[in-house]
């Protein structure tokens, strides 16, 4: 998946079956990425002949070095805070240094994973950036476990409801398209709150005639909660008129 980081919104997306590497989806993947765009990708989408053809576009990219991964140093720069080396390096493995023959960033740093400082070496093609930033940059990259948790939470992919390839895509494709549409709602009503919490108002009125982006607006600005009241043909919260009733919109 693309996840646009300053978004946080899925820009593109592959489902298919967990039997093919990751690396194979990378090069479709990245087809549309500009000329000064910044792509970051976990190890198992490293591919060298591919960031080589993203490099010669002027995309920028930023990964974590592979355990396996040979290379000689070029030049070794100077290093501080929570940074432990900085070097300009060239692979010299038989078919990496064929496939990438330009000089790489490797920077080593001490990053805190779950309240411990763990040592992530990451790799990039840009020369110029501090060491920090490219830690900071590559663990951006993890608010795409953010991205998934809220996916699975709060639209239900946590079980699915069939288990062929079919169900199992239309559930998913399902679920992206209701958190784009969701997101799309939040932000054309200026929802202050939480994702969940829009999830959950929402699943509280699927089978009622709101206008959704009016009932997203007022969500929390009344004193005390709302008290539905009944008449012969329609319960109706006060405070909102007619105008609230139309089409439902999910």
């Known amino acids: 998946m693309q996840l646009n980081l300053q978004t946080f919104l899925p820009s593109y997306a592959i489902v298919k079956e967990a039997n093919t590497h990751d690396s194979t989806e990378a090069k479709e993947m990245c087809a549309t990425i500009k000329d000064g765009e910044i792509v970051v990708f976990d190890k198992a989408y490293v591919d060298f002949k591919h960031l080589y053809h993203l490099d010669i576009r002027g995309v920028n990219w930023v990964t974590r070095s592979k355990d396996n ?45 779950d309240g411990k400082m763990k040592v ?27 991205f998934f948790k809220q996916l699975k939470q709060n639209l239900k992919l946590a079980d699915f409801l069939g288990h062929n390839k079919n169900a199992i895509q239309w559930q998913v494709w399902t679920a992206l398209l209701t958190y784009v549409l969701l997101r799309f709602l939040a932000f054309r009503s200026q929802w202050p709150h939480s994702f969940s919490r829009i999830t959950t108002l929402i699943r509280g009125v699927l089978w009622s005639y709101f206008d959704l982006s009016s009932l997203l607006k007022t969500c929390g600005t009344a ?26 919109c999910v």
């Open 69 to 113: 991964m040979t290379y000689d140093i070029i030049e070794e720069r100077s290093s501080k805070s929570n940074i432990i080396s900085d070097q300009l390096i060239k692979l010299n493995g038989v078919n990496t240094e064929k496939h990438y023959p330009k000089i790489l960033r490797l920077v080593a740093a001490n990053v805190e994973i």
């Open 120 to 146: 992530l070496k990451f790799l990039s093609n840009n020369l110029q950036w501090a060491p920090s930033s490219i830690a900071s940059i590559y663990q951006s990259r993890w608010g795409i476990e953010v």
């Open 223 to 248: 004193s005390d909660p709302p008290k539905i009241k009944a008449v012969p043909d329609q319960a109706y919260l006060p405070n909102f008129d007619k105008a609230f009733y139309g089409t439902a």
